[in-house]
């Protein structure tokens, strides 16, 4: 089973800073088979990015996604005060299917 | 709009049964497949189950022989019953419809998985 690991564990970041969030997982992975959500408190998550780097429909262009193999990365070129929230990666897994989710990085305001 | 509700959360107590809905609207529901996914206060997301297009279901192993996932087409619903409830699945439980985009490079061609809509959630709490 792919055990995914996110770092840091929080991102303390002014408005306007560059985020860059990590993914590592246990075992290589496919790339299309790789997603970003990010969740703020109280709501449902929403998808971000899928396929390691494709912006989700809506999705503005400050956040990108990079990566292959067992590191991805989730970028967000300036933060802006919506952004503070928690960022899960999360891997499919297609036999038997199956969704695993990092432990999260949170983004707060330094 | 493309929408799920969730409903059926609530109180119950350690050994008992409870049975979740999402009613799914603005799609083709009996075109996707469906997943729960749960969070309890505080932590991370967690893979609850899973029901394909032709109703064949998966479970990780801390919910397999507890929870029964299906779904009805005809009534656009997905539902959870879960059985032999425990502390440990007290939890916020949301439903995910799973997109699924195909696409080539020069050299191959790959499908991403994906879950590109959710409910709002409904929650469980399991304590005597």
């Known amino acids: 089973e792919i055990v995914l690991t996110q770092s840091p564990g929080t991102l303390s970041l002014s408005p306007g800073e560059r985020a860059t969030l990590s993914c590592r997982a246990s075992?290589?992975?496919?790339?299309?088979?790789l997603a970003w959500y990010q969740q703020k408190p109280g709501q449902a998550p929403r998808l971000l990015i899928y396929?390691?780097?494709s912006r989700a429909t809506g999705i503005p262009d400050r956040f990108s996604g990079s990566g292959s193999g067992t590191d991805f990365t989730l970028t967000i070129s300036r933060l802006e005060p919506e952004d503070f929230a928690v960022y899960y990666c999360?891997?499919?897994?297609?036999?038997?299917?199956?969704?695993?989710f990092g432990p999260g990085t949170k983004v707060d305001i330094k | 709009e493309v929408q799920l509700v969730e409903s059926g959360g609530g109180l119950v107590q350690p050994g008992g049964s409870l049975r979740l809905s999402c009613a799914a609207s603005g799609f083709t529901f009996s075109s996707y497949d469906m997943h729960w996914v749960r969070q309890a206060t505080g932590k991370g997301l967690e893979w609850v189950s899973a029901?394909?297009?032709?109703?064949?279901?998966y479970y990780p192993g801390s919910v397999k022989g507890r929870f029964t996932i299906s779904r009805e087409n005809a009534k656009n619903s997905l539902y959870l019953q879960m059985n032999s409830l425990r502390a440990g699945d007290t939890a916020v439980y949301y439903c995910?419809?799973?997109?699924?985009?195909?696409?080539?490079?020069?050299?191959?061609?790959?499908?991403?998985?994906?879950?590109?809509?959710w409910g709002k959630g409904t929650t469980v709490t399991v304590s005597s």
């Open positions: 995910a419809r799973v997109g699924v985009r195909g696409y080539c490079s020069s050299t191959s061609c790959y499908t991403s998985y994906y879950m590109d809509v």
């Open positions: 075992q290589s992975v496919s790339s299309s088979y």
């Open positions: 999360q891997q499919y897994g297609s036999s038997p299917p199956r969704f695993t």
């Open positions: 029901i394909g297009t032709a109703g064949d279901p």
């Open positions: 396929g390691a780097s």
